[in-house]
């Protein structure tokens, strides 16, 4: 019984072009982070229900639990030369996933907070439009990426993040989010 699953063939066509592995969990875990996750309505700004996941790292077997989970899928398809993470949730979970592979971590941040040479890219949210930026050095070309962040919205942040990652023609083999909003499909 397999502990992840994919997106569907839709979505992942539409957002990140049939390129790479999505994977979420599922069953009992999924459960165990849902539970833990609370809502903030009207956060940033009226109308939006924002899902506050900071709650998930008040529990360390929770974390733990999940980033092994994600671990032992991704290595199912093959060890990545480096984790990215999406700011700022990603960051959270990503680190942990690079030490347990024994594999560099890179930032993807918001536009303006890296020194440096970067690669720029806009994108849409929920809820406005964002830049994302990566050190132009950060990957070299060829190298298998896994971008991790903490959830998938409307796959904004994830595609901004492959374009980025086609920007130092780097190939993203997996994108790991910890679950999907349904509703924002």
């Not at 009992?28 to 939006?48: E, Q």
């Not at 964002?130 to 070299?140: C, N």
């Not at 971008?147 to 796959?155: E, F, I, K, Q, R």
Request: proline share 5%; net charge neutral; with cysteine.
């Amino acid at each position: 019984n397999r502990m992840f699953e994919s997106f569907s063939k839709q979505w992942y066509q539409r957002r990140v072009r049939g390129r790479s592995n999505i994977f979420k969990p599922v069953m009992d875990l999924l459960d165990r982070l849902k539970s833990a996750v609370s809502d903030a309505p009207d956060f940033p700004r009226p109308g939006i229900l924002f899902k506050d996941i900071m709650p998930i790292f008040q529990d360390p077997k929770l974390v733990a639990d999940t980033c092994a989970a994600l671990v032992k899928e991704v290595l199912s398809i093959g060890k990545p030369d480096v984790i990215i993470g999406i700011e700022a949730r990603g960051f959270l979970i990503g680190p942990i996933m690079a030490q347990q592979m024994d594999v560099p971590f890179v930032a993807i941040r918001k536009k303006g907070k890296l020194p440096r040479e970067c690669y720029t890219v806009k994108y849409e949210k929920e809820y406005g439009v964002d830049e994302f930026d990566m050190q132009t050095d950060a990957l070299s070309a060829g190298q298998k990426v896994v971008v991790v962040d903490d959830l998938l919205a409307t796959g904004g942040t994830l595609e901004a993040a492959a374009k980025l990652c086609d920007m130092a023609k780097a190939d993203v083999m997996a994108h790991c989010v910890m679950f999907e909003l349904d509703f924002l499909k």
